[in-house]
């Protein structure tokens, strides 16, 4: 059974630091692509970061140029997501996802299928002002 889990959320004030992992379990950590989405109440869901982990560029939301990084660890199976400079937009339940389709390089998040991919339960990241 896949599983994601995400870890690494929590309550910060404008301008502070957080670095939310996601551990994969039951899938062979190959070659795909793995990102990281976020939803705020009312809001549709966004694609933040994503990697290909068999190595390329990341690509990265305009929102998060700058200053969100995403990296992995293929020997701990682990995904990264280093948030630094929050602001309170940012606020949001972040999720990790993986396994959908590298075009020229770039993982898209826009190509993600939630019914064919896999997900995690999110983990929540509040920015207060």
């Known amino acids: 059974q896949v599983q994601l889990v995400e870890s690494g959320g929590g309550s910060v004030q404008a301008g502070g630091s957080l670095r939310l992992s996601c551990a994969v379990s039951?899938?062979?950590?190959?070659?795909?692509?793995m990102g990281w989405f976020r939803q705020a109440p009312g809001k549709e869901r966004e694609g933040v970061a994503a990697?290909?982990?068999?190595?390329?560029?990341?690509y990265y939301a305009d929102s998060a140029k700058g200053r969100f990084t995403i990296s992995q660890d293929k020997s701990k199976k682990k995904l990264y997501l280093q948030m630094n400079s929050l602001k309170p937009e940012d606020t949001a339940m972040y999720y990790c996802?993986?396994?959908?389709?590298?075009?020229?390089?770039?993982?898209?998040?826009?190509?993600?299928?939630?019914?064919?991919?896999?997900w995690g339960q999110g983990t929540q990241v509040t920015v207060s002002s």
């Open positions: 039951g899938y062979t950590y190959s070659s795909y692509c």
């Open positions: 996802a993986a396994d959908w389709s590298v075009v020229a390089g770039i993982c898209d998040p826009k190509l993600f299928r939630a019914d064919l991919g896999y």
């Open positions: 990697i290909y982990t068999g190595g390329g560029s990341a």
